[in-house]
């Protein structure tokens, strides 16, 4: 597959990344007009044609022009160039070249699309798939997105400033509670961490853990029984997405998909699919606003780690046993061949 310009990834590593579906939008977000994003360094425009969403390179085949600049038709048909007004539409063909109307369009004027598919309220891309050629896409799960009485919530994506497997390491941590979600749910006064053991998949791992660490926004009261003890269920799927089921007391669950899109080595957009079968009368919005006091918190810790990328030599952090799923981790990145210490 060919880099892009600005390469911010050791080119082996990107080879390997770019076989990964990320998403890059929510659904909501992309309409006939152009959006620009940008995954793995590249520039890509999204768009909608006849209500299918195509995702391709964001760049004029003709002169090399941002797409994502380009007019809104609201037509459903394709986008345009801001330059010379050359029209795409599906998977990125060329349908219009306004200067040669009855010209023959050349087949290099096609953009480069790439296999695009909206699942989960986002929309999810590989750059190692062509346009048409969504057939078994290994888009992680959201768990029980579709189960009856869940209600289904695409939270705000939130941009981090730093690299997608430090925000993922974080999320997956749980030792951190009581020092960073002081102020949101955890108790600073209940730091300890009880064992629990990681256990491979094909994709990563997943693990089961339990604790009497709440997971209720202050200042919301819940009727939960003194010696309950929390079981948080957390699925990994390399490299940057991983899954988290809270069960609550009397069969509540809350569900959530942390889906770290890599836009370069050092910048993350983050996104979030979540469902739950409780308070699915009350305003989404308080969701979205718990979600971010949570992630603003993981952030300010991700944004001032060092090094900014991630180390997947063991020997070159010190490790606790608390660290198990840190380790399961970066064991389960090592697995599918990145680098040692990952980023350039």
């Excluded at 009485?149 to 030792?175: H, K, M, S, T, W």
């Excluded at 926004?217 to 390399?238: A, C, K, S, T, Y």
Aim: hydrophobic share 40%; net charge negative; with cysteine.
């Amino acid at each position: 597959m060919p880099l892009p310009r600005n390469l911010t990834f050791d080119p082996a590593d990107w080879q390997i990344l770019a076989r990964y579906w990320y998403p890059v939008a929510l659904s909501t977000d992309v309409t006939e007009g152009p959006l620009g994003v940008t995954l793995l360094d590249k520039p890509l425009v999204v768009y909608r044609v006849d209500g299918e969403v195509v995702v391709a390179d964001d760049l004029c085949t003709h002169r090399g022009m941002l797409l994502s600049l380009g007019e809104d038709q609201h037509d459903g048909k394709g986008i345009k160039c801001p330059y010379h007004g050359l029209r795409f539409g599906a998977q990125g063909k060329c349908t219009a070249i306004p200067a040669h109307p009855k010209n023959k369009i050349p087949e290099r004027m096609h953009l480069r699309a790439y296999g695009a598919v909206e699942r989960y309220g986002l929309v999810w891309t590989c750059l190692a798939r062509r346009a048409g050629d969504e057939e078994g896409a290994a888009i992680p799960p959201v768990p029980h997105w579709e189960d009856e009485g869940f209600q289904q919530i695409n939270c705000p994506y939130i941009d981090v400033a730093a690299f997608a497997g430090r925000q993922v390491e974080g999320f997956l941590d749980v030792a951190h509670f009581a020092f960073v979600h002081a102020d949101s749910f955890a108790d600073a006064n209940n730091p300890e961490v009880p064992d629990y053991n990681p256990v491979r998949t094909d994709d990563g791992f997943e693990t089961e853990y339990w604790s009497t660490m709440a997971n209720i926004p202050h200042g919301v009261h819940m009727d939960v029984p003194e010696d309950f003890q929390w079981l948080r269920h957390f699925h990994l799927h390399v490299p940057f997405s991983a899954s988290l089921v809270v069960h609550f007391p009397e069969g509540a669950r809350l569900s959530m998909l942390n889906a770290a899109s890599p836009v370069s080595a050092k910048r993350t957009r983050l996104f979030d699919a979540r469902c739950r079968n409780f308070d699915t009368d009350q305003p989404v919005e308080d969701v979205y606003a718990f979600n971010k006091q949570i992630f603003e918190e993981d952030r300010a810790m991700v944004e001032a780690q060092k090094p900014e990328n991630l180390p997947l030599d063991p020997k070159l952090e010190v490790h606790i046993p608390a660290d198990k799923s840190s380790i399961a981790y970066r064991r389960a990145l090592r697995d599918i061949g990145l680098s040692e210490f990952f980023t350039a």
